[in-house]
Each structure stands twice: as C-alpha cells, then as structure tokens.
Nanobody, 125 residues
Framework: QLDLVESGGGLVQPGGSLRLACAAS????????IGWFRQAPGKEREGVSC??????????HYADSVKGRFTISRDNAKGAVYLQMNSLKPEDTGIYYC????????????????WGQGTQVTVSL
C-alpha cells in the first residue's frame, strides 16, 4: 500500500509561482513512477508531468501546456516528488493530484494505481 499526500497549493496571481509537494509513505524510490495531474471545474482530468527512473537515469515528461514553465523533481531520500510551477496562468487553476504507478509511466491517469487527495491551485488576480 502506498499513501500519497499533496501540499503547497494556494492562491497566486498570474505570473506567480507555486511549488507543490507529494509525500509518499511506503515509498520504494526506484520502483514507482510519479505523475502530476490536474482537474479544473467542468473539465476532464489532465496529465501535467511525470517522473520515472530507468537504467539509473531520472526521466521526465511534460504536457505541452506546461512545458518550459513547470519542473518536476524527486527527492528519494525524503520520499517526495515536487512540481515547481512558474509563470502561472489562470488556465492552470484546478485541483492538482499526484499519483504513483507500479512501473509504467505517462500522462494517462489510467496507468496509475495510487492517488492522493489533491491540493487546490487557484491563479487569479
């Protein structure tokens, strides 16, 4: 069993920054791929970014909508994954979830087995 808890959401003005954290208990650092997803009111869940290890390398992938603005990283010693979000736009508003996969990776939510409860991000004046 893997428990995930997100933190770091809040209200920020357009152009601002937030850093989300995903803390995992029962975490085996090299086994799980971690993804960040978001869901805005009335919209479908969207994959934002994911990070996974392969052959000793850390790999990342981003949705086109956040490429160049968001950065995903992980601290294996702390069992945490972070999403640094810069140059935030109103369309980045939504509930952000982290999720863990038992080996596969990507931006499709169906690939992930464990989900956190989410943290609200609101980008507004």
């Amino acid at each position: 069993q893997l428990d995930l808890v997100e933190s770091g959401g809040g209200l920020v003005q357009p152009g601002g920054s937030l850093r989300l954290a995903c803390a995992a208990s029962g975490y085996t650092a090299d086994y799980y791929a971690i993804g960040w997803f978001r869901q805005a009111p009335g919209k479908e869940r969207e994959g934002v970014s994911c990070i996974w290890n392969s052959d000793g390398n850390t790999n990342t992938h981003y949705a086109d909508s956040v490429k160049g603005r968001f950065t995903i990283s992980r601290d294996n010693a702390k069992g945490a994954v972070y999403l640094q979000m810069n140059s935030l736009k109103p369309e980045d508003t939504g509930i952000y979830y982290c999720a863990a996969s038992g080996g596969v990776y990507g931006l499709e939510g169906t690939l992930y087995d464990y989900w956190g409860q989410g943290t609200q991000v609101t980008v507004s004046l």
